[in-house]
């Protein structure tokens, strides 16, 4: 899919804060899981997964990182930009070369509220990591028009 057909519209839903687990479970084999199965979906706990998994079945088992790419920089006056980073600028080789770099890193991204944000403004996002304090700035370099 070629990011320029996306659009942020496409990745807005509501979802409250009670529904979002923010830390695992003590005993993980407690937590829920999501059966699909012949069109109907219901629920039970990962200490029951082998009884959900067709025998002879081909286990790919996904050991990467999940990149926290939607960003919501608030501006001075209170107004919110969300900012979706897609994919690292093509001067990178791949992701986790840009995402090792320090500094500088250029990315494509959808901007919610992209009206609003002005060339030369700076965005500014301040977070802590491990009680290491760390500001993310976004500079505005240039808009690409996409057909929605």
């Given amino acids: 899919m070629n990011p320029k057909s996306l659009s942020i519209k496409d990745y807005t839903y509501d979802l409250p804060d009670e529904k979002i687990a923010y830390h695992p479970l003590q005993n993980r084999d407690d937590a829920k ?8 979906i219901k629920t039970d706990i990962y ?6 998994i067709p025998t002879n079945s081909l286990m790919v088992f996904n050991n990467t ?4 790419a939607r960003l919501l920089f608030q501006k001075d006056t209170g107004g919110i930009i969300e900012i979706f980073c897609l994919q690292p600028h093509e001067m990178y080789a791949d992701i986790t070369s840009a995402m090792n770099k320090t500094g500088s890193v250029k990315w494509l991204c959808l901007i919610g509220g992209a009206s609003k944000w002005k060339s030369g403004q700076i965005l500014s996002l301040s977070f802590s990591i491990n009680n290491n304090p760390y500001t993310l700035e976004a500079h505005f370099i240039e808009k690409e028009q996409t057909a929605l």
């Fill in 33 to 40: 899981l999501l059966i699909y199965h012949n069109k109907d």
């Fill in 47 to 52: 200490r029951n997964i082998a009884e959900h």
């Fill in 65 to 68: 990182k999940v990149v926290e």
